[in-house]
């Protein structure tokens, strides 16, 4: 096992070439006090049949439940060509685009990638990923305290509608560099934030503002406002955008007067799988002037020594293993593989697929939401418009509602208790173009169902 | 290899598009709630192709890469091993795939235990107390780490602690780190030898020191011999050891960095647990720690209690340094680690240090055979070793570019150049223990003929590549004038 190729006779010749009587040897520089006894907590080696039987029962434990869970993780179509051609092991086992002449399909990959993600943004510029929506966030915040020159002080304005995962990520990642998360509080009718909630901020300094579209309840923000309001202050603009929603909704490009600075968000609905929370990516898209205070790979068409058209990887100045300490970030291995997945999947959904495909995703969702407010006990919890997500509050706890879901095979959303403890019992629900009319009948007739043996409190 | 693909734009025509993978149109009634003023008024620019067209496109340019399946890569420190089908496969199980991220623990018991197990092996072979995996990269795992350092000294009150030591050769990840844990980095110098210069160290450390950030073996490809002096002096001081796992793969099984007195450590669990590099990630940097470090772990960590598993949260890690991705990093990457230790087993795990070393060694001994100037000739190599081509830089003015560009024209991977910075006209070469004598032998007839070459015939060397899509670049265009992003009006 371990897939090492040696006969005994070549490991002879191996060991004469070097001059020493056996592998041991190689070791001695290696002080004996420190050698490995034994490694008894290892298991015994499998081959791959027994790894495939032992895998394949383990995923039948998980099994496959009807899943309406959104909250940053979409479930779409992915077509079967992406990850056919992502796991070919030209791109699967090749490694970052260094040796330029040796990796032109990876570095054209992300060229393509770079155009599709900006356009989609409405911006001029795009890195090759970083980690993922919630890490893309923290970034972006970082790039705003380096890009934003007027302000000093390193403070940065959080709505509690931004994803509250992404919230704890920007302050476990950023907060050491001193920088300072400020929520703003949103209207409890409406489920937005308020312009009213940023007076308080009007004569501070502030280095930028971050606004989700659609925001973590589904809800579609005043973002040429909230953009306008920032910008008249000299206040960047983050925003952080589901990149389905954006075949529909404004790109960040364009909110305001002036467009978003920096776009930031969670690349998995770009035909990456749910797969347990990753490998997603994050993309970034920025302005062209602050294209130099970007973290991360940046890829650039040029010529080769024949004047013939090439790309590289380019602005290497501001990566870590050029400029060590004084980078814009410690980021090296980023998330090629599902930016390559993404590149395919945008590729064959083309413009007027993905539009489809957003807007029946938010089609599902409305008739689900319809369903599921016939019921007595439920109702929407804010006014407004959504995008293919929404808050219903519930008239009971929502935690054995969804215990007896899933005892029937449905992932009936995510319990908002820990995150919005002051919405009450509330459940944040998504559909998306997987779903059928049939499933959604399954879901509202489960639920309706399962409310009668849960009682109200 | 082929030549060029055009631009997938350029393939590009209004209205034609892979229709078969739409959904049905829901027509504009469905949207009819949206606002006007919020909706995107002109399309983005996404290619329109057929999907025969894309799979073309996209096909042929996977033929424009070198890769580990197509090509021997012995890129140093990067561990380009081979990347077990097996583990891709049976980590793209359906089931898997679908399984949401913030789906009830009763519908994720299998894929919790694989991750437990996996955590629970991971312990074993560094030796270390405690392991967390969320981190998504190397240098995610070093953020990690050195995070967990400045959360143990403020936990005891010692807020001066703001300094990380870096020996000079280090990655250029522990020094950006350290700036974006808002640390001070200090850097100490090696020996001729290539071990840490311990009276630099010694003047280094003091009640500033947050700790030390090393490599072993370093990326000098040498086992640092006095890592047991090194850790008293940083301990007597106050200090924490960082382990950058980017070299395990030399150890594996032979030593672990919890023996050798670190109290955390990164793993790259795709270099030494063979997941795949992708052209570019996704990663995995599991970290792990000593017992003193383990409430400071980033959350989320999978724990047992009896037969179940569940997710150990903010209310059961107070102290954790917190959350650093949306969800649990990048599960998918930990499955195909945990496929592949589970294939290895305890056996299979020693003897990837042993082939690795000895493949390492053997090509090393073979290159000086021929003529090749080792930049550490004393030494043993680790997993991967340095030659230096100064004396054909400076006899032939072929450097070590030059070779690393013509070694592509012979179908290999260029080694790591200019890697570390300390060495000139340097090449890092590993081979890893998944290559057989035959693809040894033939890289080193390559470099002897590259050598040949550069004495008889050197400007065949200094212009190389020759047969790939494209020769060299302008990278000085490329940064100047800046083409990010293909546009309709410039192809007219």
Redesign the interface.
Known sequence: ??????TPA??E???A????AS?EE??????A????KS??????????ME??R????????????S?F?G???Y?H?I?A?V?A?T???????????Y????????L??I??Y???I???TGL???N??V?????AVAEASLMAVRANRKSKSQRILVPTTV?P??R??A???AG???LRFEEVPYSPDEGVTPLAALSKYENEDVTALVIQQPNFFGR?ED??ALTDWAHARGVLVIAVVNPTS??????PGQWGAKGADIAVG?GQPLGV?????????GFMTTR?EY?RQMPG??????????G?????L??Q?R?????????T??????????V?AA??Y????????????A??S??RT?ELVTGIARLKGVRPAFQG?C?HETVMLFDRPVAPV??AL??RGI?GG?DLAEHYPELGPALLVCAT?TKTPADIEAYTTALGEVMQSVRAA | MRTREKVIFEHSHPGRGAADQWPHDPGSAAIADIPQKLRRTQRPLLPEVGELEAVRHFTRLSQLNFSIDTHFYPLGSCTMKYNPKACNQYAMLPEFLARHPLGPESHGQGFLACMHELQEMLKEVTGMQAVALSPMAGAHGEFAGVAMIRAFHRSRGDLARNEIIVPEAAHGTNPATATMCGCVVREIPVDAAGDVDLAALEAAVGPNTAGIMLTNPSTLGVFERRIEQVARIVHAAGGLLYYDGANLNAILGKVRPGDMGFDVIHMNLHKTFSTPHGGGGPGAGAVGVSARLEPFLPIPIVGREGERYRWLAERDRPQSIGRLSAFMGNAGVLLRAYIYMRMLGREGMSRVGEYATLNANYLLALLKERGFDAAYPSRRASHEFIITLKKQARDLEVTAMDFAKRLLDYGFHAPTTYFPLLVPECLLIEPTETEGKDTLDAFVAAMSQIQTEAEQEPERVTSAPHTMPVRRLDDVRAAKQLDLTWKPTAQS
């Open positions: 096992m371990a897939f090492i190729p040696h070549d490991v010749a191996m060991l070439a070097i001059g020493v592998i190689l070791f001695d520089e290696i002080p006090t420190l050698r490995v490694l008894a907590g290892v298991p015994d080696e499998l081959n791959e790894i495939g032992l895998m394949t029962e383990r995923a039948r434990t998980d099994g496959h439940p899943c869970i909250a940053g993780a479930e179509h077509p060509a990850w051609i796991t070919r092991g030209e791109f699967y086992s090749a490694y970052t685009p040796q330029a002449e040796a990796s032109q399909g990876t054209q990959v060229y393509e770079q155009t599709m900006a356009s989609l001029q510029v795009s090759a990923s980690y993922d929506g919630a890490s994803h995962h992404y704890k990520v302050v476990a990642t050491n560099q001193g579609l973002v040429d954006l075949a529909l909704l404004k790109p969670e799988p749910l797969s347990s929370g990753g490998p997603y990516f062209l294209v790979r940046i890829v650039g068409r040029t010529v080769d020594l024949n013939r058209e090439g790309f590289s380019t602005l100045a990566e870590q293993h050029i400029r060590r300490a004084k980078a970030s410690n980021i090296c291995t980023n998330q090629g593989l599902l390559t590149t395919i945008m590729s064959l959904m083309g413009p007027q697929g993905l539009e489809r495909t807007a029946a938010h089609a409305r418009p995008f969804l215990k899933a005892s992932l995510l173009e």
